[in-house]
Structures are given as C-alpha cells and as structure tokens.
Nanobody, 124 residues
Framework: QVQLVESGGGLVQPGGSLRLSCAVPGFTSEYYAIGWFCRAPGKGREGVSFISSADGSTEYADSVKGRFTISRDIAKNTVHLQMNSLKPEDTAVYYC?????????????????WGQGTQVTVSS
C-alpha cells in the first residue's frame, strides 16, 4: 500500500513561513506528478501547487503565486512546499497527493494516492 507522509505543519503568525514536506516512495519511477491540496474549515478541497516528477515543471493556484514554492528532492523522494508571507486565510489541512496519470494535473480526482494531511494554522 502506498503511503505518503506529510510533515512540517504548525502554528505561525501572519507573515510567517512554514515548509511542508511530503515523503513519496518511488517518486520518479511510480508517479507523473505530486500535488499539494488544502481543505479549510467549512470549505471544499482546493489545489495549491503541483510539480512534475519528470521535468520539475510547476503549477500554482492564483492565491499562492509569489508566496509558495514547490520543489522536489529526487535523491530523498521528497517534495517540499515552502510557504512564505502566510495569511490567516491559508489556515487549512494540507495534503500531498501522487498521480499515476500522464501530465501534471491540477484537480484532485486525477490523483491516486493521498497522505493523511498536516494542519497549518496562521493566527496571531
């Protein structure tokens, strides 16, 4: 059974930073893309950022462009999400997901495996 493990969530003040990590066994050999999604209280799941395992190309939701950066560490089978200039509206549970479908999808239904999530709370 595939197991994705997120880490790095926590409580941070507005304007602060966090770095989320997702351990993805078989990252480049098993999956076409890794995505980060979030679910805020009372809201549906939203796509945040996505990265191709083949060439490292990235996609971002408009709400995080210029603030978040997704990256990959191929040697460690890990994908990171650097979150800067955090806002209270970024508060959510963040999930990483892996896709076995060609391309770099930006919608959740095209992802096949999911982690358990890590809580990010932005509050003063």
């Amino acid at each position: 059974q595939v197991q994705l493990v997120e880490s790095g969530g926590g409580l941070v003040q507005p304007g602060g930073s966090l770095r989320l990590s997702c351990a993805v066994p078989g990252f480049t050999s098993e999956y076409y893309a890794i995505g980060w999604f979030c679910r805020a209280p009372g809201k549906g799941r939203e796509g945040v950022s996505f990265i191709s395992s083949a060439d490292g190309s990235t996609e971002y939701a408009d709400s995080v462009k210029g603030r978040f950066t997704i990256s990959r560490d191929i040697a460690k089978n890990t994908v990171h999400l650097q979150m800067n200039s955090l806002k209270p509206e970024d508060t959510a549970v963040y999930y990483c997901a892996a896709s076995q479908r060609p391309g770099t999808p930006t919608v959740g239904w095209r992802y096949d495996y999911w982690g358990q999530g890590t809580q990010v709370t932005v509050s003063s």
